[in-house]
């Protein structure tokens, strides 16, 4: 995202193509859209130039996924489904009673509550960073493969603009990680960005937004950092301990903040 002139390019559920962040770029640049997705967005991808079609499997993954599968296909994100136990194919359960409008708001929150058992610190690998210029322009990049043991074709927050980053010159910038599914409903990022245009401070700013979450999920885990056009910063998490890095022309190396829930 191009906090100069609010220009953002992303794709989602692109395969056999490695530079994710290189591809939402060139849609960016070469493209009047903001999102490309699937088969479409490789194709495009490699027509702009990056290497693919590439096979991005490797042992480790290969063995992690022959390992779940072994396991009937356990942990995963499917609900409210039938058989539980197994690799599918899954059904409705209670198929019947879908139509009869009488779900509980205690057991629609017992399912939300239990939704972020799958996310932490070993099953994702966001990044997402912001940068600043001597100028004063801001420009934000998030990268991710995804939760693990995600459905196909399940597309989280990376490439959401307001969810997992945000920047706007004016005013400053965020980014975010931890369970895309539950924080892409509320554009932490963005809540942070105009909670700052207010005049909140990036620390406020940044654990407002949490906290935003948290009230609804309790469970839930996940983290931002906020950072001003001045270059102030802060982080907020919850569910976990968080760390960002931030290096500065004057800084000698990059240095690393801890932000505990």
Not at 57 to 73: D, F
Request: some cysteine; proline content about 5%.
């Amino acid at each position: 995202m191009n906090g100069a002139t609010m220009e953002v390019g992303a794709v989602a559920a692109m395969r056999y193509v490695k530079d994710g962040i290189k591809a939402a770029r060139l849609v960016m640049q070469h493209t009047g859209h903001t999102l490309l997705v699937g088969e479409q967005a490789s194709a495009f991808a490699i027509s702009m130039g990056l290497p693919g079609p590439t096979n991005l499997s490797s042992s480790e993954s290969v063995q992690k996924w022959s390992k779940w599968k072994e396991n009937r296909c356990q942990p995963n994100f499917w609900k409210n489904i039938v058989p539980v136990d197994s690799c599918g194919p899954y059904h409705p359960k209670g198929i019947a009673e879908l139509g009869k409008g009488t779900c509980s708001s205690a057991n629609l929150m017992a399912a939300a509550e239990s939704r972020s058992s799958h996310i932490g610190l070993h099953n994702h690998d966001t990044i997402s960073m912001a940068v600043i210029d001597k100028e004063g322009h801001i420009a934000v990049g998030t990268s991710t493969n995804g939760a693990t043991y995600k459905i196909p074709g399940r597309v989280g927050d990376g490439p959401i603009a307001g969810s997992s980053s945000y920047a706007d010159d004016e005013v400053g910038a965020c980014g975010a990680t931890g369970d895309g599914d539950i924080m892409m409903r509320f554009l932490p990022c963005y809540q942070v960005v105009e909670s700052m245009r207010l005049g909140t401070e990036p620390k406020l700013a940044a654990q407002d937004a949490i906290k935003r979450i948290a009230r609804k999920f309790p469970d839930f885990v996940g983290a931002v950092f906020a950072i001003n056009k001045n270059g102030l910063h802060a982080g907020a998490c919850h569910g976990w301990t968080f760390q960002y890095s931030v290096r500065s022309p004057e800084m000698e190396d990059v240095e690393v903040f801890t932000v505990f829930p």
